[in-house]
């Protein structure tokens, strides 16, 4: 039987606006999206009034598609040691989160950051002082924390990464602060959610609270379990497979958040593995 609530959705261009987004997500079967908020390799932002962000919110409830998680860009390293690196991830961290107060009570989700030779520790350090001190006030969207395959010197490898940040932060943070489960990272980064879902779940619940968790990253890995790599498979074409993810969907801890596809598709293919899961619920 079909969970009428479920949201699944898959990552769109923004390039016309959220509106014309949220129209595409609905005629391929999604009712949540994801999208950058700028130029995903670089800091080009569109002017606030081609985002259609007013347009949106008029027509979301009819459309119903909701939420937005809206991607911060790759290039952003919040534990970075170059300064200006640091600084301009900072601003616009900061830039983002105001212009998405046009756009209120969406997710906005972003890779820790990589300590490039700092140490994990001074790595963390560095993003919870960003998040203490960067986040303007006041803030309705939901910032996450991304799981992340442990590649290079990236923290957020493992939960209790992803715990120390959020303690470091503590209560400085204007905005709520959650975390993205990636199934491709965390597989990568050696959580078997192919043979023990649920104790990989568990020990979610026991690091961090399955409380903090607010969105799923639905892929496939091109990789084996543990590989700390970071490959996207499509559903069903990698080491994950697709009755593995469909557990994933389908489980009681998880079936409430919005669930977006990042798998090497085009739209075509994306409408093709949605309509692929939903025919699995």
């Not at 715990?163 to 990272?185: E, F, M, N």
């Not at 490959?231 to 994950?240: C, P, Y």
């Amino acid at each position: 039987m079909k969970k009428p609530n479920l949201r699944l959705g898959c990552h769109l261009s923004s390039a016309d606006g959220c509106f014309l987004a949220a129209v595409q997500a609905n005629s391929i079967g999604a009712n949540t999206f994801q999208t950058f908020t700028r130029n995903p390799r670089g800091g080009a932002v569109k002017p606030i009034e081609e985002m259609e962000f007013d347009e949106y919110l008029a027509g979301a409830a009819d459309l119903d598609v909701s939420p937005i998680l809206f991607h911060a860009p790759y290039t952003l390293n919040f534990a970075a040691a170059r300064e200006e690196v640091l600084r301009f991830a900072r601003d616009t961290l900061r830039d983002d989160l105001l212009r998405l107060e046009r756009c209120p009570g969406q997710l906005y989700n972003f890779h820790p950051g990589s300590h490039v030779g700092q140490g994990p520790e001074r790595g963390i350090e560095l993003i919870a002082e960003t998040l203490r001190t960067c986040v303007p006030a006041p803030c309705s969207t939901t910032i996450l924390l991304e799981t992340m395959s442990g590649k290079g010197s990236e923290v957020g490898r493992t939960f209790e990464e992803l715990r120390a940040i959020i303690d470091a932060v503590g209560d400085a943070c204007p905005a709520p602060l959650g975390v993205c489960l990636d199934t491709c990272h965390i597989w990568d980064a050696g959580y078997d959610i192919v043979n023990d879902l649920d104790g990989v779940l568990e020990e979610f619940d026991r690091v961090v609270g399955l409380g903090r968790l607010k969105a799923v990253h639905l892929n496939d890995s091109m990789n084996p379990l543990g590989a700390h790599k970071d490959r996207h498979a499509k559903i069903g074409e990698g080491h994950i497979g697709l009755d593995a993810l469909v557990r994933v969907l389908k489980h009681s801890s998880l079936s409430h958040l919005p669930f977006e596809l990042e798998t090497p598709n085009e739209v075509d293919g994306y409408q093709r593995e949605i309509a692929l899961l939903r025919s699995r619920l």
